[in-house]
């Protein structure tokens, strides 16, 4: 004879991609990677709290789309950090370049 028990089993697969995207965000930030995770990782958040919102007897791991969301948004930010202060380098490495040509050549 088998037997069968009514488990309910919340649905929490977007809030751990979230987590999981949002930490791998974070650990592969320097190779490109980690925006395209980021975004990923936010996205998935935002719909995993959306959906524990409209149905918490059904939809849980908040916890987790929580830490997706913050790891993502923090992979944002460096993502853009790092993107200006590499073409602030560029612009004054290009300026400095520049400046010594020209002294090279009004000697």
């Given at each position: 004879?088998?037997?069968?028990?009514n488990i309910q089993?919340?649905?929490?697969?977007?809030?751990?991609?979230?987590?999981?995207?949002?930490?791998?965000?974070?650990?592969?930030?320097?190779?490109?990677?980690?925006?395209?995770?980021?975004?990923?990782?936010?996205?998935?958040?935002?719909?995993?709290?959306?959906?524990?919102?409209?149905?918490?007897?059904?939809?849980?791991?908040?916890?987790?789309?929580?830490?997706?969301?913050?790891?993502?948004y923090i992979a944002?930010?460096?993502?853009?950090?790092?993107?200006?202060?590499?073409?602030?380098l560029f612009s004054?490495?290009?300026?400095?370049?520049?400046?010594?040509?020209?002294?090279?050549?009004?000697?």
């Amino acid at each position: 004879m088998e037997r069968r028990r009514n488990i309910q089993n919340p649905k929490n697969g977007m809030a751990i991609a979230s987590m999981v995207c949002g930490i791998c965000s974070l650990v592969f930030y320097f190779f490109f990677i980690g925006f395209p995770l980021a975004i990923i990782a936010v996205i998935l958040g935002h719909v995993q709290l959306s959906n524990i919102r409209k149905k918490p007897e059904e939809y849980e791991g908040q916890g987790m789309a929580i830490a997706g969301l913050v790891c993502g948004y923090i992979a944002i930010v460096f993502t853009v950090l790092g993107i200006l202060f590499i073409s602030s380098l560029f612009s004054w490495y290009t300026s400095w370049y520049e400046s010594l040509l020209l002294e090279a050549l009004d000697f």
